[in-house]
């Protein structure tokens, strides 16, 4: 706990002069004031989460973690657990969703496993932190332990600062974990308050009859646990994942290092959340790539106070959004470093218009 604890005391809330000397730069630029909208949004916060006024994003990673659930002997995934390993070695041989991607954005793709419940065959680009061999049925009790919860979390910060050292100046949150949209309705729930059914979808695509049960498998779970939302580690401990609690040790440890996080969907989003209610000020190194088709998804993102970038419909998780959201943000720090000002342009600025009564 002592990890996390001193990782949480050097997240700073961001600097609001970079962000006014970044807007004055972006009006400079020869576009109308505001021009560009949320794109300017983006290179603001970046300035800002980075301390720089010049930044780049040229290393890119997104950490992929993968991690199996107990409470999928309830029904409540379209697919079996075996999904889970066999998924991990389609991301090591590069033909998931997320390589295509991380690819296509020039990203580098961090495979780990934090919970996967089968010994995985070695390989050069898997990173093996099991924690457990997947967490417990959480309608029979809590998933985890509190050791293994904080375990989970310092084991994501372990991740990070490994990749750390490499290079990084942008991550990306991505998991896969069959199973785990279930734990992220519960998360969601415990947290905002929201009704169960208000905050859990279809995953992987279960029916209605899977559907309802699945809403019933949560409550049952929330009601045998009582996870307090007053304690962020209680619930992921309770009714959280391996890799949920690693993904949110990643994003303290970016937020520590003036790293900015962009963050996935439903299941990123649960770990956002985890990291949110550990430390608030985390919320501004996060940035939101998109609203997943998960109806949970939202309201995780209205709790937390963040606005998507995008609304594709998408649902795969792995990373995949956070790819999109990242390519967005280095075009927006490129509109801001390499556009021509007016002065160096010749261009004649616009005449100032002052507002009548």
């Known amino acids: 706990m002592r990890k996390i604890e001193e990782a949480i005391k050097k997240i700073r809330g961001i600097d609001k002069d970079l962000l006014k000397e970044a807007q ?34 040229q290393n890119k990673v997104i950490f992929t973690l993968a991690g199996d659930h107990g409470v999928v002997e309830e029904g409540v995934s379209a697919y079996p657990q075996e999904v889970t390993a066999q998924m991990v070695y389609n991301f090591l041989k590069g033909g998931a969703g997320i390589n295509v991607l991380a690819r296509h954005v020039g990203a580098r793709v961090v495979v780990a496993d934090v919970g996967v419940a089968s010994d995985l065959e070695k390989h050069q680009a898997l990173i093996v932190r099991k924690i457990g061999y997947g967490t417990r049925n959480m309608v029979k009790g809590p998933a985890m332990t509190k050791e293994e919860a904080v375990r989970s979390m310092e084991t994501g910060m372990e991740i990070f600062e490994s990749e750390f050292t490499k290079g990084i100046d942008i991550i990306g949150t991505g998991e896969m974990g069959i199973g785990n949209t279930t ?3 519960a998360i969601a729930a415990a947290f905002t308050g929201y009704g169960v059914e208000k905050v859990t979808g279809r995953g992987t695509g279960v029916n209605d009859e899977a559907l309802n049960n699945k809403i019933a498998v949560i409550q049952k779970a929330l009601k045998a646990n009582k996870p307090d939302a007053q304690d962020a580690l209680d619930v992921l401990a309770k009714v959280g994942g391996f890799e949920i609690g690693g993904l949110a040790g990643i994003i303290i440890a970016a937020a520590a290092r003036n790293i900015p996080v962009v963050i996935d969907g439903f299941i990123s989003g649960a770990a956002a959340l985890i990291a949110y209610h550990l430390e608030p000020k985390i919320k501004d190194y996060l940035i939101a790539s998109h609203c997943s088709v998960e109806c949970g998804h939202k309201v995780v993102l209205d709790h937390i106070g963040l606005k998507p970038l995008l609304d594709l419909n998408l649902r795969l998780g792995e990373g995949t959004g956070a790819a999109l959201g990242i390519n967005l943000v280095e075009a927006a720090v490129k509109i801001m470093t390499q556009m021509a000002t007016f002065k160096d342009a010749e261009v004649s600025e616009g005449i100032s218009q002052e507002v009548q009564a």
Do not use: C, F, H
């Not at 021009?35 to 006024?53: C, Y």
């Open 24 to 57: 004055a730069r972006l009006d400079g630029l020869t576009k109308p004031p505001g021009s560009l909208g949320r794109l300017e949004e983006l290179a603001q916060r970046v300035v800002a989460i980075t301390r720089d006024k010049n930044p780049r994003i």
């Open 183 to 185: 734990p992220s309705s």
